[in-house]
């Protein structure tokens, strides 16, 4: 476990300094990082599709375009949350960080029941964790407007952050179960090989595909 967490933690590291560094470069090298992942996103998808759905060839030519179509979307929609503040976009990265990370340690570290049979290795425990943990980047972000001053750090709407926070974790959740129940039926581990301790890119950022345009939703009701 504490190899493999190791694993996670630095190549979610890594990925996070991609990121950052593309958002505070110019929003061109942001849209060329969010078209590499989605072209990779779309090939890990498609096998998936191919050994879930063999002899299903209608079923595989209409998930190749609801993958395409989607994931089109979240380079149009990644694209436009440019316009965010670079502080906001890397505080949603980090609530999908995060909320991965605590449901991988409460989960292995407490077990217990199972969450749902799409995702075996999931528990109710990890799930709690994911929540818990996903309130973490508000707490960094507060503590260093505490030290800094920096009012990029800090919102009014402490209250309404925390709701957002949750909600994007269960958002999270939810992607990260939509693609194991592909991962089942493929009856693979990973979506690939690309990230260590992860597998494929989309075992990754499998919520953060979807928390990205929920979260530009959000935004323009709440904020």
């Not at 996103?41 to 375009?65: A, P, T």
């Not at 592909?182 to 950022?205: C, Q, Y």
């Amino acid at each position: 476990m504490n190899s493999n967490l190791s694993k996670r933690i630095g190549t979610s590291i890594i990925l996070l300094i991609i990121l950052s560094v593309s958002l505070l470069t110019n929003k061109y090298l942001w849209l060329i990082v969010l078209m590499i992942a989605s072209i990779i996103s779309f090939h890990e998808f498609n096998n998936l599709i191919k050994k879930g759905f063999k002899n299903k060839k209608k079923l595989i030519q209409f998930l190749y375009i609801v993958n395409f179509l989607f994931l089109t979307l979240l380079v149009f929609v990644g694209y436009n949350i440019y316009t965010f503040p670079p502080t906001g976009i890397i505080f949603i990265i980090l609530i999908c960080i995060f909320s991965d990370t605590g449901g991988y340690v409460i989960g292995r570290l407490i077990g217990g029941k199972k969450l749902t049979k799409i995702s075996p290795n999931k528990t109710i425990s990890g799930s709690f964790g994911s929540f818990v943990f996903s309130l973490l980047p508000l707490i960094i972000y507060l503590t260093i407007y505490e030290v800094t001053g920096n009012v990029n750090f800090y919102s009014h709407n402490i209250i309404n952050l925390i709701y957002v926070s949750l909600f994007l974790s269960f958002v999270c959740q939810i992607g990260d179960l939509f693609i194991s129940y592909f991962k089942r039926k493929a009856k693979v581990k990973n979506t690939g090989s690309i990230l260590p301790g992860h597998g494929g890119l989309l075992d990754r950022i499998d919520g953060l595909i979807f928390v990205l345009p929920v979260a530009s939703i959000v935004d323009k009701i709440l904020f």
